[in-house]
């Protein structure tokens, strides 16, 4: 089984900056790709960012320029450094991780999520 944990998330006024992580553990073999979406009050949950374990990045229109993922393959952990937060980045942030785990069975995993506040 595989447990992802994020961290990272608060209240914060509109321009201010965020960091969020993601740390995954558990019985791994590999993981290949590691992102974020989100999830607005009302609205569906929508792609955020992804990153490949090679460094490959991409991003939603919304965020790009704003938002930079990465990752430290190393210790399973991916991150969002979230810049110039608007308002309507509120939302519940998860993490997702796509790789195979030590039996060599898919791994498809979601994180509990995180809060995120951004008033005008």
């Known amino acids: 089984q595989v447990q992802l944990v994020e961290s990272g998330g608060g209240l914060v006024q509109a321009e201010e900056s965020l960091r969020l992580s993601c740390v995954a553990s558990?019985?791994?073999?590999?993981?290949?790709?590691m992102g974020w979406y989100r999830q607005a009050p009302g609205k569906q949950r929508e792609f955020v960012a992804t990153?490949?374990?090679?460094?490959?990045?991409n991003y939603a229109d919304s965020v790009k320029g704003r938002f930079a993922i990465s990752r430290d393959n190393a210790k399973n952990t991916v991150y969002l450094q979230m810049n110039k937060l608007k308002p309507e980045d509120t939302g519940v942030y998860y993490c997702?991780?796509?790789?195979?785990?030590?039996?060599?069975?898919?791994?498809?995993?979601w994180g509990q999520g995180t809060q995120v506040t951004v008033s005008p």
């Open positions: 990153i490949s374990s090679g460094g490959g990045k």
């Open positions: 558990g019985n791994i073999f590999t993981i290949n790709d």
């Open positions: 997702n991780a796509v790789g195979l785990s030590a039996d060599y069975s898919p791994l498809h995993a």
